[in-house]
């Protein structure tokens, strides 16, 4: 029995199995802790969850830059130590309770920590410890087992916060937390850190000057958390489909329900094999993406439209266009043009402030929306919004002779 699980323990393993786990773990920050902080809210507004967010993000591009150094030459010691922060994390949650909101900053701090000492590394380890003829087995594994787990622990954690509180949710994502902790000291990297050294802002200042399509990366990012990689339109999504079902376990199942779109969506778009078929999918989300907020408007107490929008929100526009094609598609931008690969790391690290800054910008306008008490006006930033998904599409599918 030892001996099989020894097997097991390789490196992409190990990579997989914490990579699910931090899944399963996003899916009661990022979805729950938004129910709690509503219901305990004596407007049930969603302020504090926003305020969150924005701290949270802020931070991000905070600690992408001042901890630039520490994860270039200490990337194993960054990756294990973003997982105590996890821990850390879910702690600060099981202690948050209706008399001490403060906490929720607490959360942010450990919250952005962890995010940022865990991609950059987890994102070296991907290159370095998955040989390339085991690098297709190695994503479709990782993709087959988040996919399962976003489906699986939004009902899970739904019907625990519905049948006994948020507390005992919070329990099981510590457990969960711990494992991941457990799992990273288990890994042993077969590769050194980074050996290049860590380049000054003014020199890759400079490097980003000379090329215009690695500016081009950083447009896209901003343009990119503005309209939806975790940002306002997926917010006003959630608060939109948890106001009209008001339960913890609807918010789980329709989250699970757009895992499975997302899942279907996907296979469609790796099955068809011509390239005007891939766009005429794509160009399909553009519309949906602009009329479903402005179907909300003008019914703006319809269940039904709050599940569609929020649904076709997780699943078509953050897991399928956002988090897929957007991402393979700045990752082509940034081989094709970053020609020094000691920059990479750099580069790549602070195209992400630009992604926190897009996020920031659209969450500071969704909470002054709500301070001002015109929450209606959300639906019309949302619809707004969405119309970055346009030039956004341009990018994400260029012509075949071009970059």
């Known amino acids: 029995m030892l001996q099989k699980l020894h097997k097991l323990r390789t490196n992409e393993n190990v990579l997989i199995a914490v990579d699910v786990l931090l899944h399963s773990k996003s899916t009661f920050m990022n979805i729950f802790l938004m129910s709690f902080l509503m219901r305990v809210s004596l407007s049930s507004s969603p302020v504090s969850f926003i305020a969150y967010c924005i701290v949270r993000y802020s931070l991000m591009a905070i600690f992408a830059v001042a901890l630039m150094p520490l994860m270039k030459r200490h990337t194993l010691a960054a990756w294990r130590i973003s997982m105590f922060f996890s821990v850390a994390q879910i702690i ?32 070296h380890f991907d290159v370095t410890e998955v040989r390339n003829d085991r690098r297709l087995r190695f994503k479709a594994m990782g993709q087959i087992f988040i996919e399962a787990a976003k489906i699986i622990m939004p009902v899970v954690l739904g019907l625990v916060i519905v049948g006994s509180s948020y507390t005992r949710a919070g329990f099981i994502i510590l457990v969960i937390s ?68 008001g339960s913890d376990l609807d918010l789980g199942v329709f989250t699970s329900v757009a895992s499975i779109a997302t899942i279907l969506i996907l296979f469609l778009y790796r099955r068809v094999k011509t390239r005007g078929a891939q766009k005429a999918i794509m160009y399909s989300i553009a519309p949906a993406a602009i009329l479903l907020p402005v179907c909300l408007i003008i019914f703006p107490n319809d269940p039904a439209l709050s599940i569609a929008f929020y649904v076709f929100s997780q699943s078509a526009i953050e897991s399928f266009f956002n988090g897929t094609v957007l991402l393979t598609r700045l990752q082509q931008l940034l081989n094709a043009h970053l020609r020094d690969d000691s920059y990479r790391f750099e580069v790549e690290s602070l195209s992400e402030v630009a992604l926190t800054i897009g996020r920031v910008v659209g969450q500071s306008i969704l909470l002054l929306i709500i301070i001002s008490g015109n929450e209606q006006h959300m639906m019309w930033l949302a619809a707004i919004g969405a119309f970055a998904i346009i030039p956004l599409m341009k990018i994400a599918l260029p012509a075949e002779n071009k970059l």
Request: glycine share 2%; no cysteine.
């Open 92 to 123: 600060s949650v099981i202690l948050l309770d209706e008399t001490a909101p403060y906490f929720t900053y607490v959360v942010a701090l450990f919250s952005a920590l962890e995010s940022t000492l865990y991609w950059r590394p987890k994102m």
């Open 178 to 245: 711990l494992v991941q902790l457990l799992l990273s000291i288990l890994f042993r990297p077969t590769h050194k850190a980074m050996p290049h050294k860590v380049h000054s802002l003014r020199k890759i200042y400079g490097i980003m000057t000379k090329h215009k399509s690695l500016r081009k990366v950083f447009y896209i990012q901003i343009l990119r958390g503005f309209a939806f990689a975790s940002a306002a339109y997926i917010i006003i999504a959630q608060v939109n489909v948890y106001r009209s079902s």
